[in-house]
């Protein structure tokens, strides 16, 4: 079992900056890959950026690339999303999430959630 707590969303100007986090807990969350997500009203929850525990590789959304990016602190069992050059388009409720195995982007294959946490950008 793995618990996923997800925090650092609020209201910035378009142009700005977030940092959301996401403290991971349980067995052998080290083992999973871990993945962020979001879904803005009316839309379908859509992949935005993910990574191992382990290992270097990332992946993105074309839509996000070259604005987020995505790191990990091993010691804080912590994953971020750091969000540059924020969009009225990036408005949405942000998700981490947690799997089994290798990269995916589809939200079907994440097994375990966090709560969400609200990222609004005005323009």
């Known amino acids: 079992q793995v618990q996923l707590v997800e925090s650092g969303g609020g209201l910035v100007q378009a142009g700005g900056s977030l940092r959301l986090s996401c403290a991971a807990s349980g067995r052998a969350f080290s083992t999973y890959f871990m993945g962020w997500f979001r879904q803005a009203p009316g839309k379908e929850r859509e992949f935005v950026a993910a990574?191992?525990?382990?290992?270097?590789?990332?992946y993105y959304a074309d839509s996000v690339k070259g604005r987020f990016a995505i790191s990990r602190d091993n010691a804080k069992n912590t994953v971020y999303l750091q969000m540059n050059s924020l969009r009225p388009e990036d408005t949405a409720v942000y998700y981490c999430?947690?799997?089994?195995?290798?990269?995916?982007?589809?939200?079907?294959?994440?097994?375990?959630w966090g709560q969400g946490t609200q990222v609004t950008v005005s323009s």
């Open positions: 990574r191992g525990w382990s290992g270097t590789n990332t």
């Open positions: 999430a947690a799997k089994l195995g290798g990269y995916s982007r589809y939200y079907n294959e994440y097994e375990y």
